[in-house]
């Protein structure tokens, strides 16, 4: 028996795959079939399980699966030798009777059968295992088959199995006969590199040794009929597979017997008589490799029969016309008789008639289905009949059936030298005409090229190589034909490409590149270079606008026609040896000039087209940037150059994003070259090293000169300058594209092995300097809050606060405003004298324009995110930390004043930006980083988001490992904990570099520019902008090693510089106290310990400095500081800052060289004052938030101070920002002129200023407060002098501009403008008078309008002494903002006392009437609130007549209580009377504090008459104001109308002349009822006077209402005249009136008279 192994997909309607191996055992033979290969798939090895001896060579097979699938199978068949029909010889295998009888039976009989029919087989059984468990290609290594089912005669063919294989699923169902046995077989994965294989044409795949026992075959898959599971061809493979399928014999009448048919196969080379098989047929197991001829399995008793056998042939290389297949069919004769004689058993076979079919059909191989006439005799010339289809049969060929196709086959050409396509057929052989004969036509080449669009992809992807080398070969062959010819080649190849790229097989392309092209050498012939007819056609296609898709294509896929033309022009100057030549010989004129078409050409499909292909326009941009690159390569670099400027050209600052980023991608592949920095340094010829040293030196700006010299450098950095002016994703790549380069510098091995090669390469980039000056404003740090950060310091940072109008003259208020650092919480403004330091902060539009450059100074787009922020301070960093100390000297030296300013606010802005800001920070930002980044839209800048643009430039600018994105993404759910530390690392060692850099370079700096920073005794700008970078260190959280540097630093920078500290101002040292101070309250032990020894150097440093007298200025500073910090409530810790005292002084007591002077002692005082002025910290807390408990607590100590005017002037700036804080602008402003007065007071004693204190008193009642000053030591170390106050008076007049007092800004003014005449300074005068006049025109506006609230006023009483304690039944006035309701203040008092006490224990007293504190209940804390209101008598109000008098410099407030004598609060007129109380304060309002002690109180009690002219007087100044006004409000006139002329019976103003003028019932004296009828009096007149002006403003639909009103007044004065028995109003009067509102009401309404 014999087993045949296959794999079939029962989804399928036929075979998947095919072919034939031989695995041969004992007998027993296994043919596997293939299918599959590399892709998507796995490689089956498969070995059967058969024992024995005779192995032959190959005894496993290897199946290749592309695609594997649950319905693929492995099926064997068993086929046995020919002897009967299927159900007889199966028979002994089912029957279980007596076995020892049938198996001698069986064994006879076969013993003669396969003597006299053992060369044929018929089909016996099958089995069959399913090859994967999923779709996944999980192989399923189980080797066990289904059992035997016995195969039927009438199911043989493929369509028959596939149905039987769907049913043995199913096992339940199946009817099928089992034959009793089992095949087992070993099935397991194995590599691709298999040792010890054979390919499927028993060629080695690599050589191994022929004694070796196991040797697999590789079994041949035929792949599916798609481009993605094909290859191209790369090894010898031409077999020809032969598949009968079906012979129709039942109706012929030439034969007498035909049942049980054989068929056999030849290969024969020719029709002539005599003329043999070919031996090139894949021999049977256990026989030759090859052999003559193959038989198919018979059908026993089959007229019809089926076939399932496969023939493979190997082909031979050279095919010609007589190259056939022919079939031979025999009738085998199955009967045995013992009798017959051996001539008799020789006629097995009876011929029973002749196919055949010729392998070419039209010179290419047939492949396909065929139906086949058989001829019942074979003449010589067979072959010949032409006529052979028409059935019109020559006369020596007797058909069957008259030529009726009887015989089915298959023929499957497997072959990788032969193509079946009919297009690529004709291409070749054209090809090969032209090779060999000149004879081939033009317009047939063309005719052919473009056939070539209709081949398969499939198709033309096996001949990948093979037609593109072809297509090249004609690309350069077709010089002298016309361009035609190449253009419908170059189309091709692109048509090609497209479809490569369609099916994601760009990769063999690439491979196609690399291994196979080869240019073409013009030396051999009159044609030309690839490159350049490349160069030539592709222009050509581009500017073909008509044919836009094959254009769209060209462009997408561009890298291949530029990578085509980069090697051809590698090729060609190896091949031709011009290496050696100079670059401008190498290549022809004529190429140039190509290259530059092609770049003109591809230009507007970038620039103009990019919206409509935005894909095609990215991808050649890419191809062009890296074709570009390789031609400063190979070429002419200048040429080179010109090409890039020539791109460059074609972009504008004004394009879209998308453009600018296509810009970016180009520069950034371009300045990725190899030899970027020989190409930007090159070599000075014909020039003295002394010339190129200065030419060097002073390449520091982007100059035209510069940017000749250095073209990629200077061109990068003018892009990047404007790049930084556009949109956020812009201004990310521009810096990418920097620092990428910088950070590749850095790393590149060529460079590292001297320090000056770096250097060298660093100084190329010094103009990036001036980039980043024009962007300071944009990398300036985010504002903080005080103290916490730092700011710039910055002119017109007011102007963008927004509540400030920027035209004003600009002067900071406070640090939490502007970000100016302040002195003792006061801003020291240092003069702005002729220092040519001149303060950068944010550089003018105009100051940009001045500097000499080429660099583009739009104004900016947004501020600069902090990737890009980082990224630049980088690069900055790296330049200045690489250079030569020489070169940053000379830089120096050579820039203007104004920009060595704006370099120092850029070393200032690094350590803050690159602050190590700790890893859960660090971890929430990367968290943030990884959600962006795969979402569309950028929402904040927070991270360095790269949008996911899926493009290998995304790879690129990723390449170096930014410092933000290190770490490796992982994508399941944010960074891990390890990539975190990683991270955190990174960052803390980052920022110890960023700060160690900035020391290095401030220490080199101040080396350099000592005597610059020493003028006027360190007062000037330059000076403060160092000092400032050294604080800003002190402000943040720095790693050790960097505490340890920073803290070394201002030791030497106190040492270099005492006379700044100890003799010039006193502002220096004051900042310095303050930060150390505040370091020595540090947690950590470190920073405490170096704090203390910083503080101890700079008392002994001064006390040195004063020749060992005293160190009165530090002793003074620090003590400052202490009630600065105090004031902050920023003293915390006081247990770690009395160690940090406890250091100072051991450090004071050990000092061997200090302890014969009076340093010990000072020290150890200065200690114990600085513990007692600790004990007020304790009350501070406690009262941390009551805003105006906390106040009075500092006033507290200002006031303890008045004598030590620094101490004092501490304490009221706490206030004053703690004031701004709160929102009291009104108090803020008067804590500035209290300052203001006492700096006044000071220089006016010691004759420095003409007028002191006394100048102030029109501006505030309060200011007699600062004459406390005393002559004693606290004045010694008092720097004031002329500038200090105008500086602070500057602050008033902001100040009192924010307080919306603007009347007392002239006050103030008049002080400044004598010193600004005397000193010339025009454009201050100017901008305050331009203050002043806005100030009156805001002074009319308020007045007019109304609309100006400078506060109310409230009485606030506390009870309760176990709560208030020394504040128990102190009353104040409070002084609130604007429109304070009664409700809003005690709701204020009541949670803020709340909280304090507890909820639960706190009242408030609604009642204005005098508390009796013997009747409240003393578990209970309570607070009285009454509304107060201005008090004056009638001597003031003559002298107050505006708004603004009556709010400002005031002390006497008033409040009414209603009583009457019966005891209840309320009743009638006659009995209703009133407590006026009259409260006056110890200081007026508005005063440095928002609430003020009641110290005066005083009663005035008013009878019911009292009360009537009171109220009657107030109605009337009412009325009388509202008509008096330029713009009457219609709406308050008439509801004070109302409530005067239409009020009921019992109320109003009748109800008082009722009761008080009716003589019948009054018991008054006449002296008030006088009074009062005067009153009443004006009061009709007002009223009149107001129903006049409300008749001239109504309008029509008021008329009605209008009447009413006059009626009511009418009848008011009518009952009057009644009561007083006179007549107060004329009749005549009265009628006048009513005809001039009856005229008026015609002329509203147009009726005639």
């Given amino acids: 028996m014999s087993f045949t192994f296959f794999t079939v997909m029962t989804s399928g309607a036929a075979l998947l795959t095919c072919a034939n191996s031989a695995l041969s055992r004992k007998g027993v033979s296994c043919s596997g079939l293939l299918f599959g290969s590399s892709l998507a798939g796995c490689s089956i090895l498969l070995a059967s399980m058969f024992d024995g001896p005779g192995k032959s060579a190959y005894d496993m097979g290897i199946f290749s699966v592309t695609v594997p699938n649950t319905d693929i199978f492995l099926v064997a068949r068993v086929e046995k030798v020919l002897q009967n029909g299927i159900t007889h010889c199966a028979e002994p295998y089912v029957k279980t009777s007596d076995m020892n009888k049938t198996v001698q039976k069986v064994l006879k009989t076969a013993k003669q059968t396969c003597q006299r029919l053992g060369q044929y087989r018929m089909p016996f059984a099958w089995a069959a295992k399913q090859v994967f468990k999923d779709a996944q290609g999980s192989l399923d290594m189980d080797g066990k088959f289904s059992p035997l089912y016995r195969q039927d005669s009438s199911k043989i063919s493929t369509e028959d199995l596939i149905k039987l294989l769907i049913d043995i699923r199913k096992p339940e169902k199946t009817k099928l006969q089992i034959i009793t046995g089992q095949l087992n077989i070993t099935i397991e994965c194995v590599p691709p590199d298999l040792s010890n294989s054979v390919t499927s044409s028993y060629i080695p795949v690599k050589p191994f040794d022929e004694k070796c026992e196991k040797v697999s075959v590789e079994l041949e898959e035929f792949v599916p009929k798609e481009a993605k599971y094909n290859h191209p061809f790369t090894i010898y493979k031409n077999h020809l597979y032969i598949y009968p399928e079906q012979l129709k014999y039942e109706n012929q009448k030439t034969f007498a017997k035909a049942r049980n048919i054989a068929v056999c196969v030849q290969f024969r080379d020719s029709d002539e008589d005599g003329t043999g098989p070919i031996k090139c047929i894949y021999g049977k197991p256990g026989g030759p490799h090859f052999t003559t001829n193959a038989f198919a399995a018979v059908l026993h008793h089959n007229q019809s029969p089926e076939f399932y056998n496969e023939i493979k042939i190997e082909l031979p290389i050279q095919i010609h016309e007589k190259h056939h297949i022919l079939f031979t069919f025999y009738h085998i004769s199955c009967e045995l008789s013992n009798k017959a004689s051996s001539k008799k058993r020789e006629g097995v076979e009876t011929l029973v008639g002749y196919a055949w079919t010729p392998l070419l059909k039209d010179g290419r191989i047939q492949s396909s289905d065929l139906q086949l006439p058989v001829s019942a005799n074979l003449p010589p010339g067979y072959l010949n009949d032409k006529n052979q289809d028409s059935k019109k049969s020559s006369p020596d060929i007797k058909w069957v059936e008259n030529a009726k196709p009887l015989f089915k086959v298959k023929i499957y050409a497997a072959s990788t030298i032969h193509t079946q396509d009919l297009h690529l057929h004709k291409f070749f052989q054209h090809c090969q005409l032209m090779r060999s004969t000149s004879e081939a036509i033009p317009a047939d080449l063309i005719k052919y090229l473009k056939c070539l669009h209709a081949v398969e992809t499939q198709v033309i992807i096996k001949f990948l190589p093979t037609v593109l080398v072809q297509l090249f070969q004609v690309l ?89 033309m980069a090697k051809s022009m590698a090729q060609y100057l190896q091949e031709g040896n011009r290496m050696k030549m100079p670059r401008a010989q190498r290549f022809p004129d004529s190429f140039n000039q190509a290259l530059q078409c092609l770049l003109l050409s591809i230009m507007p499909h970038i620039t103009i087209r990019y919206v409509e292909i935005p894909e095609e326009a990215r991808c050649v941009n890419i191809s062009l940037a890296n074709f570009i690159k390789r031609c400063l390569t190979f070429m002419n670099r200048g040429f080179a150059f010109s090409l890039v400027n020539d791109y460059m050209c074609g972009f504008s600052q004004k394009d879209p994003k998308v453009l600018t980023e296509m810009k970016f991608y180009f520069l950034m592949t371009v300045c990725n070259h190899e030899h970027y920095i020989p190409l930007n340094l090159p070599m000075a010829f014909g020039r003295t090293k002394l010339q190129r040293v200065q030419d060097q030196s002073l390449e520091y700006s982007l100059t035209e000169d510069y940017c000749r010299n250095h073209f990629l450098v200077g061109l990068l950095l003018r892009e990047v300058a404007e790049g930084l002016q556009g949109s956020p994703e812009i201004k990310q790549l521009a810096v990418a594209v920097l620092k990428n380069l910088i950070i590749k510098h850095s790393m590149d091995d060529r460079y590292t092995t001297y320090k000056n090669q770096q250097a060298r390469i660093c100084v190329l980039y010094l103009p990036l300097f001036e980039l980043l000056y024009q962007n300071l404003n944009q990398l300036t740090a985010q504002k903080q809050p005080s103290r916490t950060g730092f700011g710039l310091m910055c002119r017109d940072d007011l102007s963008m606060t927004g509540s400030i109008d920027s035209r004003r003259i600009s002067t900071a208020i406070d640090k939490e405003q502007t970000g100016v650092i302040t002195q003792n919480g006061l801003v020291r403004r240092d003069e702005s004298r002729g220092s040519m330091y001149g303060d950068p902060g944010t550089p003018d539009v105009n100051e940009l324009h001045r500097r000499g450059s080429t660099m583009s100074t739009i104004p900016s787009v947004g501020r600069l995110g902090h990737y890009e922020v980082k990224g630049l301070l980088l690069c900055f960093l790296h330049i200045i930390s690489t250079v030569s100390e020489d070169t940053l000297m000379a830089y120096w030296n050579k820039v203007n004043p104004q920009d060595i300013m704006t370099f120092l606010s850029l070393l200032e802005i690094c350590p803050v930006r690159f602050r190590y800001v700790g890893k859960r920070s660090i971890s929430r930002s990367q968290d943030s980083w990884v959600s962006k980044i795969f979402t569309s839209d950028r929402k904040s800048q927070t991270m360095p988001v790269m949008r996911a643009r899926s493009s290998q430039m995304q790879a690129s600018l990723q390449q170096f490992g930014t410092l933000e994105a290190s770490h490796t993404l992982n994508m399941g759910g944010g960074p891990t904990e390890a990539e975190m530390n990683h991270q955190a690392l990174l960052e803390g060692n980052v920022s110890t570099e960023a700060c160690l850099i900035v020391l290095d370079t401030l220490s080199l700096f101040t080396q350099c520019f000592k005597n610059q920073l020493l003028d006027s005794d360190g007062h000037n700008n330059l000076m403060k902008k160092v000092f400032d970078i050294y604080l800003a260190f002190l402000k943040m959280g720095l790693s050790e090693v960097s505490i340890k540097h920073v803290f070394a630093s201002l030791r030497s920078f106190i040492t270099k510089f005492q006379v700044a500290l100890f003799k010039g101002r006193v502002t220096l040292c004051g900042l310095l106290c303050y930060e150390v101070l505040k370091c020595c309250m540090s947690k950590l032990g470190i920073l405490r310990g170096e704090a203390a020894g910083l503080l101890y150097l700079l008392m002994r440093n001064n006390f040195e400095y004063t020749k060992r007298k005293n160190f009165l200025r530090t002793h003074l500073q620090i003590i400052i500081a202490v009630s600065q910090l105090i004031a902050d409530v920023a003293l915390t810790g006081s247990s770690r800052f009395q160690e940090s005292l406890s250091i100072i002084n051991n450090f004071a007591n050990s000092d061997k060289t200090m302890k014969s002077t009076s340093f010990p002692g000072e020290v150890k005082g200065l200690t114990k004052r600085i513990r007692t002025v600790l004990m007020a910290t304790a009350q501070m807390r406690e009262h941390e938030k009551d805003p105006e408990m906390l106040l009075d607590l500092q006033y507290s100590l200002a006031r303890s101070y008045a004598s030590t005017p620094e101490l004092r002037r501490t304490w009221l700036d706490s206030m004053a920002r703690a004031h701004l804080k709160n929102g009291d602008f009104s108090e803020a402003a008067m804590c500035y002129v209290h300052v203001a007065a006492l700096v006044a007071e000071y220089l006016h004693r010691k004759k420095l200023f003409s007028s002191g204190l006394v100048a102030f008193k029109k501006v505030t009642f309060n200011i007699e407060e600062e004459a406390a000053m005393k002559e004693d030591s606290g004045m010694q170390d008092v720097y004031y002098n002329e500038d200090v106050l105008v500086e602070q008076l500057e602050v008033c007049v902001e100040g009192l501009w924010k307080a919306e007092r603007f009347e007392l800004i002239t006050h103030i003014a008049r002080l400044v403008i004598p010193v ?45 002494q176990g709560f208030f304690e020394e504040e128990d039944g ?91 004598l019966t005891g209840k609060k309320h009743g009638g007129v006659e009995e209703q009377c009133k407590r006026r109380t009259i409260l006056t304060t110890a200081n007026t309002f508005p005063y440095v504090k928002k609430r003020i002690e009641v110290v005066g109180e005083k009663h005035l009690e008013m009878k019911p008459i009292d009360v009537a002219i009171d109220e009657m007087r107030e109605r009337s100044t009412e009325l009388t104001k509202l008509c008096s006004n330029q713009e009457v409000d219609m709406i308050q006139l008439q509801l004070k109308l109302q409530g005067c002329v239409s009020v009921q019976v019992n109320a109003g103003p009748m109800a008082y002349a009722r009761a008080f003028l009716d003589e019948s019932k009054s018991g008054q004296s006449n002296k008030k009822v006088k009074e009062l009828k005067d009153i009443f009096r004006r009061f009709v007149q007002a009223c009149s006077m107001a129903l006049d002006i409300n008749e001239r403003l109504i309008k029509e639909d008021q008329y009605e209402y209008h009447e009413g009103l006059k009626g009511n007044f009418k009848s008011m004065v009518k009952e009057l005249s009644d009561i007083i028995h006179e007549q107060i109003f004329e009749e005549d009067e009265m009628r006048s009136l009513l005809q001039n509102s009856l005229h008026v009401f015609r002329a509203i309404s147009g009726t005639s008279s």
């Fill in 1370 to 1460: 102190k009353e104040y006035i409070y002084k609130e903002p604007k429109l304070t309701g009664l409700s809003e203040i005690s709701h204020r008092l009541l949670s803020l006392y709340g909280d304090k006490f507890g909820a639960e224990n706190v009242k408030i007293i609604q009642d204005s009437n005098k508390v009796n504190q013997k009747d409240l209940d003393p578990k209970f804390a309570y607070v009285q609130v009454t509304f107060v209101k201005p008090y004056f008598d009638e001597k003031e109000l003559a002298e107050r007549k505006t708004d603004f008098e009556k709010c400002h410099n005031i002390n006497r407030f008033v409040f009414e209580t209603p009583y009457t």
């Fill in 476 to 564: 350069t062959t077709a010089s002298k034909e016309p361009q035609e010819i190449a253009v419908n080649a170059t189309r091709v190849i692109i048509h090609i490409v497209s479809q490569c790229h369609e099916e994601g097989l760009e990769h063999y392309l690439r491979s196609f590149l690399k291994y196979v092209f080869l240019t073409n050498n013009p030396a051999s012939g009159n044609s030309v270079t690839t490159h350049e007819v490349l160069a030539t056609t592709v222009t050509a296609i581009l500017k073909q606008t008509a044919d836009f898709n094959t254009c769209n294509k060209l462009l997408k896929y561009s890298w291949f026609f530029f990578e085509a």
């Fill in 1316 to 1360: 600004y005449e005397k000193r010339h300074e025009f454009e201050k005068l100017r901008r305050l008078y331009d203050t002043l006049q806005r100030a009156y025109s805001k002074i009319l506006e308020v007045m007019q309008t109304g609309r100006r609230l400078l506060g109310t006023y409230f009485r606030v009483a506390f009870y309760g």
